[in-house]
């Protein structure tokens, strides 16, 4: 069966504005929601948006904002989840 984008969806998203950092939670068709760490979205000088980029490695403002907001991830993505 091919990948067709329109089953991937974006359930919920947050994200880091002092690093960029995106979690999403996502959901292809009706699979099991997860969550995504990444990617990266940067500002240029501007203040307009690059090109996203991969999350890498996450610094401790990467980590404190992940730890300050695991919580409400967790609360959203077990909404989310349906019992088997």
């Known amino acids: ?3 067709d984008p329109e089953k991937d969806m974006v ?9 960029g950092l995106v979690i999403t939670i ?8 997860k969550v995504q760490i990444g990617p990266r979205i940067l500002l240029k000088k501007d203040g ?3 090109a996203p980029a991969k999350a890498g490695r996450l ?6 904002w992940l730890y300050d907001i695991i919580d409400e991830v967790k609360e959203e ?8």
């Open 59 to 64: 610094t401790i403002e990467d980590l404190m």
């Open 48 to 50: 307009s948006e690059r």
């Open 11 to 19: 359930l919920k998203k947050w994200k880091c504005d002092e690093t």
């Open 26 to 33: 996502n959901q292809y068709g009706d699979a099991e929601p």
């Open 77 to 84: 993505l077990t909404s989310l989840h349906k019992p088997r």
């Open 1 to 3: 069966m091919a990948y």
